[in-house]
C-alpha cells in the first residue's frame, strides 16, 4: 500500500511522491523535514503496524555515486550506534532502479535550536535545561567515539528533544570513520560541515586532521550558542563565515550579552578551551569537556585550596570580605566581640562553610575565624557564589533574603547589647559620684573624669570616645574637659 489511495503531485515536496522499495508497504502522512540531500516522512509501515520515519535521497541526487554513497554510509553508520541518545535505524534500501531510502524511529519534539529560539527559555533556568541536553548530547558524540566515528557536523539543529525527555543526536550524513579518513597527502574532499561552527581545521578542508578534538569543538559551538544566542561564527555569506571558522577567531562571549545579565565564568572558560584554535588547546576528548560542564551543573567544580597554620587568622571580623571558605580538613573558631567583650560562636570542621553572609550582603565580617590546628579550606570567591546564586532566581531571591535578614537581626541584636553596656558604664558613673563623688556648689557632685573613663573603657571594653559621647548625653551629667571633671547636677525642687 502506498500513499493511501491518493492521487500524487510529483512537484509537492509536501508529498511523498518517490518510488519506494519493492515489497514495501508502506502510507504516506506528510513530510517530517527536508534538508540538501534528503527528505525526511512520516509513514505508516503496514507490516509492523507502527510509525517510523523514512528518509530518502534527492531524486535529483540518486545517480550521483558520491551522494549515494555518503547517504548509505550515514544509514550504516547509525545503524551501528546502539545508544540511547542516537534513533536507531530500521531497514536500508538501496535501488538506483527505485530509491535509496532507510527507516527509522520517528521523533516527536523539538531540535534544541527551536528551544533556544523560545523566549521562555532566556532565563537561567531555560539554560540549565539546554546545558543538561547538552551533557546527553556528550554521552551519545563519545559512544560513537568508542566506535571510531565522528559526527563532524554537531549543531542545535540536529540536537531533537523529545516530547518526554528523550534526547537524541540525529544527522549522521557527514559522519567520517576513523578508519576511512584520508591520508595528508590525500585529501581532496574540501571543506564539509556547517560553517557558522565549523572547527578550523574543517573549514581550511584538513579532513585527514579529524579527530574526537573536531567534535569537541562542535560541542563548544553548542555552548557559546546556549551562552550568546548565536553561533561561534556569523557572516553575510556562506564564504565569509567559512573564512571566519578557518581563521578560529572567537569573539569573547562576555562581549556578546548585556553587561546587566553577566554569563557564569566557568561556562565562558569550558566554552572558550573547547573551541580553542590549536586542537592541542582544547579537551583532549569529549568525557572530558562532559565533567567539566556537568561539574558546572552539580556545582562541584574543584576550587583552589588554602592552607592555615594553629592561630593564624583566616577572616577578621568588621573587614570587608570578597569570598567564603569551606573547611576541608582542620578546625576553626569563630568570635565576635559582643558589647565589648570577645565571645566563642561556635566551632568548626571539615564540611562547614563560613564567611558567605558577608560576601552576599557586601557587608563586613560578623566575625574573627581563627585555625585551631593545621587547616585547609577551599576558597569560594564572590564570582562563584553568584554563578551558583544563577541556578534559579528563586533560589537566589531566598538566600539573599535569609542573609539580609540574618545581617538585620544581627545588627538588631548588636545595638541592643551595646546599649546595654552604655547603660552599665551610666550606671558605675553614678555610683562613682556616690561614693567618691565631691560635693559641690548647690546640689551637685563631681569626680575626677580621666581617671573614671580609663576604668570605664577597661570593663565595657568600649571606646573612650563613644563612652564620652553617651555619658555626655545622659540627663545631669556634664564633662568638663578644661577642669578633667564629670559632674553630676541634681534637679532642683520648685
Known amino acids: 500500500m502506498f500513499g493511501l489511495g491518493k492521487k500524487k503531485n510529483a512537484d509537492d515536496p509536501n ?31 503496514d507490516e509492523l503496524e507502527r510509525e517510523v520515519a523514512l528518509k530518502l535521497l534527492r531524486p535529483e541526487l540518486i545517480k550521483e555515486d558520491e551522494a549515494l554513497d555518503r547517504f548509505i554510509e550515514e544509514a550504516k553508520i547509525t545503524a551501528q550506534l546502539d545508544h ?20 527509522m524511529k520517528v521523533l516527536e519534539g523539538q531540535s534544541l535550536q527551536e528551544l533556544l529560539m523560545d523566549p521562555k527559555n532566556k532565563s537561567p533556568e531555560g539554560r540549565f535545561k539546554a546545558l ?13 567515539h568508542e566506535r571510531g566515528i565522528f559526527h563532524c557536523d554537531l549543531k542545535p539543529h540536529n540536537v531533537m528533544v523529545a516530547e518526554h525527555g528523550q534526547i537524541y543526536v540525529v544527522d549522521w550524513g557527514l559522519a567520517r570513520r576513523k578508519a576511512k579518513l584520508p591520508a595528508v597527502n590525500d585529501d581532496s574532499e574540501g571543506a564539509i560541515g556547517t560553517p557558522a561552527y565549523m572547527a578550523p581545521e574543517q573549514a581550511r578542508g584538513e579532513n585527514w586532521a579529524i579527530d574526537p578534538r ?25 564564504e565569509a563565515t567559512l573564512e571566519l571558522a578557518a581563521k578560529g577567531d572567537i569573539v569573547p562571549p562576555d562581549t556578546l550579552v548585556p553587561k546587566a545579565t553577566p554569563l557564569p565564568r ?14 592541542d588547546d582544547r579537551y583532549p576528548d569529549v568525557a572530558a569537556f562532559r565533567a567539566d560542564l556537568e561539574d558546572f551543573i552539580r556545582g562541584t567544580a574543584r576550587l583552589p585550596e588554602r592552607t592555615f597554620q594553629a592561630g593564624e587568622v583566616i577572616i577578621r571580623e568588621g573587614e570587608q570580605g570578597d569570598c567564603a571558605y569551606i573547611i576541608l580538613d582542620g578546625h576553626c573558631q569563630a568570635n565576635r566581640v559582643v558589647a565589648g567583650k570577645t565571645e566563642m560562636l561556635r566551632l568548626m570542621g571539615p564540611g562547614e562553610m563560613f564567611g558567605e553572609a558577608a560576601v552576599l550582603t557586601n557587608s563586613p565580617r560578623l566575625a574573627t575565624v581563627t585555625a585551631m590546628m593545621e587547616t585547609t579550606v577551599a576558597v ?16 537566589a531571591l531566598a538566600i539573599r533574603t535569609v542573609a539580609t535578614s540574618f545581617l538585620d537581626l544581627n545588627g538588631q541584636t548588636a545595638a541592643l547589647l551595646q546599649e546595654q553596656t552604655f547603660a552599665k558604664a551610666v550606671d558605675l558613673c553614678m555610683r562613682e559620684l556616690a561614693l567618691r563623688g565631691e560635693v559641690g556648689p548647690g546640689p551637685s557632685r563631681a569626680v575626677p573624669w580621666s581617671p573614671l573613663l580609663a576604668k570605664l573603657a577597661a570593663k565595657t571594653r568600649l571606646e573612650p570616645a563613644a563612652l564620652s559621647e553617651r555619658v555626655a548625653r545622659q540627663a545631669g551629667f556634664q564633662i568638663d574637659t578644661a577642669k578633667d571633671l564629670l559632674t553630676l547636677t541634681e534637679p532642683r525642687e520648685r
Not at 132 to 144: K, S
Not at 266 to 279: D, T
Not at 380 to 395: A, W
Open 15 to 45: 508529498q511523498l511522491n518517490q518510488p519506494i522499495p519493492a515489497g514495501w508497504r508502506i502510507a504516506d502522512l506528510g513530510l517530517l523535514g527536508s534538508g540538501g540531500m534528503s527528505r525526511v516522512y512520516r509513514v505508516r509501515d
Open 380 to 395: 569560594v570567591d564572590r564570582i562563584y557564589l553568584e554563578e551558583e546564586m544563577q541556578r534559579t532566581s528563586l533560589m
Open 132 to 144: 543538561e541536553v547538552l551533557v546527553r548530547v556528550c554521552d551519545a558524540v563519545a559512544f560513537a
Open 84 to 103: 540511547p541518545n542516537i534513533p536507531p535505524v530500521y531497514a536500508l534500501a538501496t535501488d538506483k532502479k527505485r530509491s535509496t531510502c532507510f527507516t
Open 214 to 238: 573536531t567534535d569537541v569543538y562542535l560541542l563548544g559551538g553548542i555552548l557559546y550558542r546556549i551562552l550568546t544566542g548565536r553561533p561561534p561564527f556569523v557572516a553575510s555569506t556562506a
Open 266 to 279: 566557568r561556562l565562558v572558560h569550558i566554552a572558550l578551551k573547547a573551541l580553542a584554535r590549536r586542537p
